[in-house]
């Protein structure tokens, strides 16, 4: 057996375990390159390539070329396991694209595990939750910081003080809030005009933004159904919902849309909050 179909057995194997590492993930929009997983096929090809030769030394003859092959194998396992631990090549846009696919495992096993246990199923709802929301907000911010658009500070909640319970179940932490999923049913009680408008952070969700066609529009906030009203004259591919204390912007990604997401929506308070997501905005008649 030739050294080149040996090594093109173990470039093989390389690209195959590449794409295997995706075949957990949740669903088709959650898929993105991965330096990561890059250096982990990578080192994983360099210990196929010690084993393969190992059990077939005895077909590969010249002693010179199979040590030069085993020492650059480990070569290559040792970098890759370095580049994979120290993440020193992963930038901000890398290390979203690498959580994204991530976080939909973490959604499939939580979704579709045998759970019998009513807390262990809050549990999992709960990760769900927040794996979504995750990551319609990386995806989001891929295409912030990928454009240059980097911020220098975010809201901080004030620090933390001494109080009661009764205190702490009172107070608002304005930094984790954030739109909740919400039925339609549960927007038609603060909408008069039937929703035509809906955005979507996950194709799998209820929407976490309902509008009509009167340009009125609802959301979720903490717990709380909150009516919205056109905040301006709405321009082509965009619309602004706002009341008082928060601002809602959805608009159409045009030429950026692809198949893993069609619009960005922000949500903004105006203490300082401020955080976006991409995902869905269909205006279709239910």
Request: with cysteine; glycine share 6%.
């Amino acid at each position: 057996m030739s050294y080149i179909r040996f090594g093109l057995m173990v470039l093989t194997s390389t690209v195959v375990m590449f794409v295997l590492m995706y075949l957990n993930t949740y669903a088709w929009e959650h898929l993105f390159f991965s330096e990561t997983r890059t250096y982990m096929a990578i080192m994983m090809g360099a210990t196929m390539a010690v084993i393969m030769l190992a059990y077939m030394l005895g077909m590969y003859s010249n002693k010179r070329l199979n040590i030069a092959i085993f020492l650059g194998a480990v070569i290559v396992f040792a970098l890759s396991l370095w580049l994979v631990r120290s993440q020193v090549t992963v930038s901000g846009p890398s290390y979203m694209r690498a959580m994204i696919p991530h976080h939909s495992i973490a959604v499939m096993t939580s979704e579709r595990a045998q759970i019998r246990d009513p807390r262990v199923r809050k549990l999992a709802d709960e990760i769900i939750a927040a794996q979504r929301r995750e990551i319609a907000e990386m995806r989001h911010l891929i295409a912030e910081v990928s454009f240059g658009n980097v911020v220098e500070s975010i809201y901080q909640d004030p620090p933390a003080e001494p109080g009661t319970v009764e205190n702490a179940l009172s107070n608002t932490l304005i930094s984790q809030l954030d739109l909740a999923p919400m039925p339609e049913a549960e927007a038609d009680q603060v909408l008069e005009a039937a929703a035509s408008c809906r955005f979507n952070r996950s194709p799998e969700t209820d929407p976490v933004l309902w509008a009509s066609e009167g340009g009125a529009a609802a959301m979720k906030l903490n717990g709380v159904l909150i009516a919205l009203e056109t905040a301006a004259e709405p321009q082509e591919g965009a619309a602004t919902f706002s009341a008082p204390g928060t601002t809602v912007t959805v608009r159409t990604l045009g030429d950026e849309a692809d198949w893993r997401q069609k619009a960005e929506l922000v949500f903004e308070l105006d203490q300082g909050l401020s955080v976006g997501y991409r995902g869905f905005y269909d205006c279709s008649q239910n």
